[in-house]
T-cell receptor, first 114, second 111 residues
Framework: SAVISQKPSRDICQRGTSLTIQCQVDSQVTMMFWYRQQPGQSLTLIAT?????????ESGFVIDKFPISRPNLTFSTLTVSNMSPEDSSIYLCSVPQGTYTEAFFGQGTRLTVV | AQSVAQPEDQVNVAEGNPLTVKCTYSVSGNPYLFWYVQYPNRGLQFLLKYITGDNLVKGSYGFEAEFNKSQTSFHLKKPSALVSDSALYFCAVRDEYKLSFGAGTTVTVRA
């Protein structure tokens, strides 16, 4: 199974600022996923990050708000831009296992916007 | 689109009693189904999966799940719950290249 390191583990940010979350995997993977878990809610996929191409965003999420980088096959970043209190959530990085069956998750980044 | 539903927001059981967390699915074709657990301030941990084969799937920490095609269900079970099983449990289904998650069920096991 892949080992996924996510930084920071938590942060408290002022509204209007931006936060970049890093995800490092110990093996090369084609696809990396970014999920959001709002307080008391389930996980929602934000986007899929593919190395060498633009990220693919799910309905309701846009690149200007959540820009993603994928410079190589083991690393990705998600930026939460121009934050508001509604962005307070846990953000999780995920990679598929094997032939895209189960997925493995990082520990998550708990973001609080004040 | 593929989807799963978890009809119970909360499940409360006494330690030592059987634990069941319910999940139903709606898919076209053969489902790829999963259970994950989330402990407080932790990421998601994979418990088990059903891809094909035996309808009773065994996973981590003594958990198992039964795939029932006629009832479109994939309930998570543990014969004897522990206080340390108290956590948030998610059922998920593979939807093309991604996972779609249920709303989650909070399990509380009382001593």
């Amino acid at each position: 199974s892949a080992v996924i390191s996510q930084k920071p583990s938590r942060d408290i940010c002022q509204r209007g600022t931006s936060l970049t979350i890093q995800c490092q995997v110990d093996s090369q993977v084609t696809m990396m996923f970014w999920y959001r878990q709002q307080p008391g809610q389930s996980l929602t996929l934000i986007a899929t990050a593919n190395q060498g191409s633009e990220a693919t965003y799910e309905s309701g999420f846009v690149i200007d708000k959540f820009p993603i980088s994928r410079p190589n096959l083991t690393f990705s970043t998600l930026t939460v831009s121009n934050m508001s209190p509604e962005d307070s959530s846990i953000y999780l990085c995920s990679v598929p296992q094997g032939t895209y069956t189960e997925a493995f998750f990082g520990q998550g980044t708990r973001l609080t916007v004040v | 689109a593929q989807s799963v539903a978890q009809p119970e927001d909360q499940v409360n059981v006494a330690e030592g009693n059987p634990l069941t967390v319910k999940c139903t699915y709606s898919v076209s074709g053969n489902p790829y189904l999963f259970w994950y657990v989330q402990y407080p301030n932790r990421g998601l941990q994979f418990l088990l999966k059903y891809i094909t084969g035996d309808n009773l799937v065994k996973g981590s920490y003594g958990f198992e799940a039964e795939f029932n095609k006629s009832q479109t269900s994939f309930h998570l079970k543990k014969p004897s719950a522990l206080v340390s099983d108290s956590a948030l449990y998610f059922c998920a289904v593979r939807d093309e290249y991604k996972l779609s998650f249920g709303a989650g069920t909070t399990v509380t096991v009382r001593a």
